[in-house]
C-alpha cells in the first residue's frame, strides 16, 4: 500500500561542504533526484518500506554515512582507447591495433590527468593507449573489452535476427564462444569493489563496453541502459568513492 508523501530532510557532501536539501518521497521509497547514489542507498536502508509515513516528519534528518563523510576518498578516471578499424566500421573487435586516425589522435593528446597508479585492460589497443601516461602500466584483466566470441570481426547485421535481438535485448544471452552482459557486469563490478578499496587516483585505460558498463553501475540503473550510453574514443569519464558507493562526477569527457 502506497503510503502520503513525507518531507525529508537530507545532507550530502558537495565539494567539501555538507549541503542540506529536502526531498519529497512516498512509500514504497523511490529516490529519484539526482542525489549521489549513496544518499539513496542510505535512505532505503533507514527507511524501509515498512516504516510508517508518520514517522518520516520533517523533523527527522537524515545523515548520510560516517564512512561516506570521513573515509578517504578513491578517484577513478576511466579513459576509452583511441579508434581502431573496428569502431570506424561498425564491427565486433578482435584484439586489433589503432587505426591512423587512432594514433594520430593519441599523438594530439596534451591533458593528462593526476594518477597515483594507471592500468590497462590486456588489449593491443589499450595497452597503445595507455602508453602515453607512462612506462609503469599494470595491466588489468579485469578490464578487458566484451569478449565477442566468434562474432569478432563481423558486424551487426551479419547475425542472424534472433541472435541479435536477443544480444541487444538479454543480458544473459552469451555470444558463441563469448561473453555476455551480464558477465561483463559481474567482473566489472568486482572490480570497481576492489580498487575503491585504494585511496588515491587510479587512471584506467579500457574499451567503451566496460566503462558503459560502469557508467551504469555507479547509477544503479538497469542493464538494458547500457545500450543508451556513449562512450567516444579518447574520452574520460571520472568517479570517486567514499565509504561504500561510487559517485559519478562526469562521463565521457572529450578533454583529451
Not at 147 to 160: I, K, N, Q, V
Not at 173 to 192: I, Y
Amino acid at each position: 500500500m502506497k503510503g502520503r508523501p513525507c518531507d525529508v530532510r537530507v545532507f550530502w557532501l558537495s565539494n567539501s561542504d555538507i549541503c542540506p536539501t529536502s526531498i519529497t518521497v512516498a512509500q514504497p521509497f523511490r529516490i529519484s533526484t539526482g542525489l549521489p547514489a549513496y544518499i539513496a542507498s542510505y535512505l532505503r536502508t533507514v527507511a524501509p518500506r515498512s516504516t510508517p509515513c508518520q514517522s518520516l516528519s520533517s523533523k527527522n534528518i537524515v545523515r548520510c554515512h560516517n564512512d561516506a563523510v570521513t573515509a578517504p576518498a578513491t578517484r577513478l578516471t576511466l579513459v576509452s582507447h583511441a579508434r581502431t578499424d573496428a569502431m570506424r566500421s561498425g564491427r565486433f573487435p578482435a584484439d586489433e591495433p589503432l587505426d591512423e586516425a587512432g594514433v594520430r589522435a593519441l599523438a594530439e593528446v596534451t591533458d593528462f590527468p593526476r594518477a597515483d597508479r594507471v592500468v590497462s585492460g590486456p588489449e593491443l589497443r589499450s595497452r597503445s593507449t595507455a602508453e602515453i601516461f607512462g612506462t609503469d602500466v599494470a595491466i588489468e584483466p579485469a578490464l578487458a573489452d566484451v569478449a565477442y566470441g566468434r562474432w569478432s570481426g563481423l558486424e551487426m547485421t551479419d547475425l542472424p535476427d534472433a541472435d541479435a535481438m536477443a544480444w541487444l535485448g538479454d543480458p544473459a544471452f552469451t555470444p558463441p564462444g563469448g561473453e555476455s552482459l551480464d558477465a561483463l557486469f559481474a567482473r566489472v563490478e568486482a572490480w570497481l569493489d576492489e580498487v575503491g578499496s585504494t585511496p588515491g587516483r587510479t587512471l584506467a585505460v579500457t574499451a567503451p563496453a566496460v566503462i558503459r558498463a560502469a557508467v551504469v553501475l555507479v547509477l544503479a540503473a538497469p542493464v538494458s541502459s547500457f545500450w543508451r550510453v556513449d562512450v567516444a574514443p579518447l574520452t574520460r569519464t571520472s568517479i570517486h568513492r567514499r565509504g561504500s558507493l561510487w559517485t559519478m562526477d562526469s562521463v565521457a569527457q572529450k578533454s583529451l
